[in-house]
């Protein structure tokens, strides 16, 4: 079974840009939840979407957007990027159910220049 | 908010020692999931613990969830080259739809295996 997929795995952006980041849950998964790790805060948990509806988000600005369309798979964006963006997105997927684990893809490294 | 204390920061330890980390909380969670980071990898789950008490094992590797479901730990036996990397414990508590999306991350323990 094919674990998380995210795509691309690098991205260098310039400040003011935007950027989208993609990921493609486990096959069966339906729910996505993305997470930004820095060294400093850790990993921190941006939203989270289920049935192409967001469900839950964290505490960050309103540049930070996803969605998730039909077949699970999700996107999230940040516009109007700032050097403080620069980070590795995990995305991660379970199933439905309080004993289902998140399983994690091995991220997308944005670096704002 | 939800916080997590994990200790160690870091060890450093020579192959063959057994190494223990363990993380605390302010608040109950229902889930206590351990993994593991290598770098410029995801984080991979190592053990995941349901029930307040359990202990489960995963080869060398064995977590406890604390009876008071504010802390866990994880112990490594013989440790060798391959367990380097960076340790995470999470806790999840449902919302009251059910839920599960939400993890709390502690800061990871930076684990360096001397062979």
């Known amino acids: 079974k094919a674990g998380v997929t995210q795509t691309p795995r690098y991205l260098i952006k310039t400040r003011g840009q935007q950027v989208t980041l993609s990921c493609s849950p486990i096959?069966?998964?339906?729910?996505v939840s993305w997470y930004q790790q820095t060294p400093g805060q850790g990993l921190q948990f941006l939203f989270e979407?289920?049935?192409?509806?967001?469900?839950n988000k964290g505490n960050f600005p309103g540049r930070f957007s996803g969605r998730q369309f039909s077949n699970s798979r999700s996107e999230m964006n940040v516009s109007t990027l700032e050097l403080g963006d620069s980070a590795l997105y995990l995305c991660?997927?379970?199933?439905?159910?309080?004993?289902?684990?998140?399983?994690f893809g091995n991220g997308t490294r944005l670096t704002v220049t | 908010g939800q916080q997590l204390n994990q200790s160690p920061q870091s060890m450093f330890i020579q192959e063959g020692e057994d190494v223990s980390m363990n993380c605390t909380s302010s608040?109950?969670?229902?889930?206590w999931l351990w993994y593991k980071q290598d770098p410029g990898e995801g984080p991979v789950l190592l053990i995941a613990l349901y029930k307040a008490g359990e202990l489960t094992s995963n080869g060398r590797l064995t977590a406890q969830f604390g009876i008071t479901r504010k802390d866990s730990f994880l112990n490594i036996s013989a440790s060798i080259p391959s367990d380097v990397g960076i340790y995470f414990c999470a806790g999840q508590f449902p919302d009251s739809g059910g839920s599960n999306y939400k993890l709390t991350f502690g800061k990871g323990t930076l684990l360096t295996v001397n062979p």
């Open positions: 979407y289920f049935s192409e509806t967001q469900r």
């Open positions: 096959s069966g998964h339906r729910s």
């Open positions: 991660a997927s379970s199933l439905e159910g309080v004993n289902s684990p998140l399983h």
């Open positions: 608040s109950i969670f229902n889930t």
